[in-house]
């Protein structure tokens, strides 16, 4: 009998925690930069291109703000990305704020739209179909590892093949938090289309202690 309250302890403690965290940080990326993610050419070129953003070492808020300066710049698809000037992309990110890598960024998201362009006529769902997926991004120029995670974390809710996509900053979150870790555990925790949204969220935690700190006082009242 006390074994089963426990585990029955734990799972309330799990669900409040994660009913928090969903309620105050549950916003994707996609979201914050204004990408209206389908399985369509323009939202997932423009995912690609917040991917290769956050993955830079530089501000959370500093990248989305750059995403959304560029697509307001009309840079929101790989065709009019490839035919913009390196100044106007440069000028872009710097109304974002992106300032940091901002020439080397605007040669990488030139060439990686000619490469889109050249291999999949602009729509990465030809990529989608291909092996090796987290692979293939790679060779975008500017992402890597990172970036093919941010990626695939926000894209699993339109490319459910995917789903659960729980990598590695994920699960840190999920440790401070006191959640479970594995992604298997983790999953259980919400629906699948709430996926990306709790993949966002514990990467917030995993990124700031605060955060996590309230949310667990927040599940804590509740």
């Known amino acids: 009998m006390g074994e089963s309250a426990g585990r029955t302890d734990v799972k309330e403690r799990d669900a409040a925690t994660v009913r928090a965290l969903l309620d105050r940080y549950g916003r994707t990326y996609a979201q914050d930069a204004g990408i209206r993610l389908r399985n369509t050419p323009v939202p ?15 501000r959370t808020d500093t990248a989305v703000a750059a ?5 307001d710049a009309g840079l929101g698809d790989a065709r009019r990305m490839a035919e913009s000037t390196w100044r106007q992309r440069v000028d872009a990110l710097g109304a974002g704020g992106y300032r940091r890598y901002d020439e080397r960024t605007a040669t990488q998201l030139g ?13 990465l769902r030809g990529l989608r ?8 991004l790679q060779r975008f120029p500017g992402i890597g590892p990172t970036g093919a995670d941010i990626f695939l974390r926000e894209a699993q809710g339109v490319w459910p093949e995917f789903a659960p996509y729980l990598d590695r900053r994920a699960r840190d979150g999920a440790r401070r938090l006191g959640l479970p870790t594995s992604t298997r555990a983790l999953a259980r925790l919400v629906s699948e289309e709430d996926l990306p ?7 917030r ?8 700190d309230e949310v667990r006082a927040t ?4």
């Open 111 to 123: 060439d990686g739209a000619e490469l889109l362009l050249q291999r999949y006529r602009g729509d």
């Open 205 to 212: 935690a995993a990124l700031d202690a605060k955060i996590a």
């Open 44 to 58: 997932l070129y423009r995912l690609l291109v917040l991917s290769l953003l956050l993955s830079a070492r530089i």
């Open 129 to 136: 179909e291909e092996s090796g997926v987290a692979d293939r």
């Open 197 to 203: 949204r709790l993949a966002a969220g514990l990467v």
């Open 219 to 222: 599940a804590a009242e509740s």
């Open 67 to 71: 995403a959304r300066a560029l697509f």
